[in-house]
């Protein structure tokens, strides 16, 4: 039995075109494997925190040595790191905001790229632990910056690549709707960056 990690970051709810996005991909996964069971995680509705100082101490100190205060600031980020390794598929709603990821989504990377537990510092350089997984991005963009004019601006691609890589997820897919903003092509947005999907 497979198990679905799917992380919402947009800020409008089921209206977002990044959820629409997320949505149909894990609909899609879902007839590829009956059996799956999805984990649905929404870092609005739940509000999930920002680093603090106090989350760093936390992260810092020995599990055994941690005081009520360290084990209350670290819940948010063991929860996460533990839904993180239970998930055989990762299924990522990201919005662009001022040509980046919302604040939400940072902080939940912020709580999972963890010394020691989702990477480590070899000899060799450093070591992704988080490995075997199948990583699904739906991004949504109210302009097109995949190519084209605006291709500059495209930061997120990359910089998602880069850090959930460092951490041993390289098997990404990312899946845009673009153009959201865009009359003659918001309609279609979701359907287009759907049509040549093959889900595994």
């Not at 205060?69 to 948010?76: C, K, L, M, S, T």
Request: aromatic share 8%; hydrophobic share 40%; glycine share 8%.
């Amino acid at each position: 039995m497979k198990n679905i990690l799917h992380i919402k970051s947009g800020l409008q709810g089921q209206n977002s075109y990044s959820t629409k996005l997320g949505n149909a991909i894990v609909e899609r996964l879902k007839e590829s494997h009956p059996e799956v069971r999805v984990k649905e995680r929404d870092l609005v509705r739940e509000a999930f925190p920002h680093l603090q100082s106090e989350t760093l101490t936390a992260f810092f100190t020995p599990e055994e040595d941690r005081t009520p205060e360290n084990i209350r600031a670290v819940q948010p980020s063991e929860r996460a790191v533990r839904e993180l390794f239970e998930a055989d598929i990762i299924v990522l709603d990201v919005p662009m905001y001022n040509f980046n990821i919302p604040s939400q989504l940072k902080s939940w990377i912020d709580h999972i790229a963890r010394a020691g537990i989702t990477f480590r510092y070899t000899e060799n350089g450093p070591e992704g632990l988080v490995t075997g997984k199948k990583v699904y991005i739906a991004l949504a963009s109210g302009g097109v910056y995949s190519e084209g004019p605006n291709q500059g601006y495209d930061f997120i691609p990359p910089y998602l690549k880069a850090v959930l890589g460092f951490m041993g997820m390289t098997d990404i897919e990312i899946f845009r709707a673009e153009g959201t903003a865009i009359e003659s092509s918001r309609a279609d947005a979701v359907e287009r960056a759907l049509e040549t999907a093959v889900l595994a």
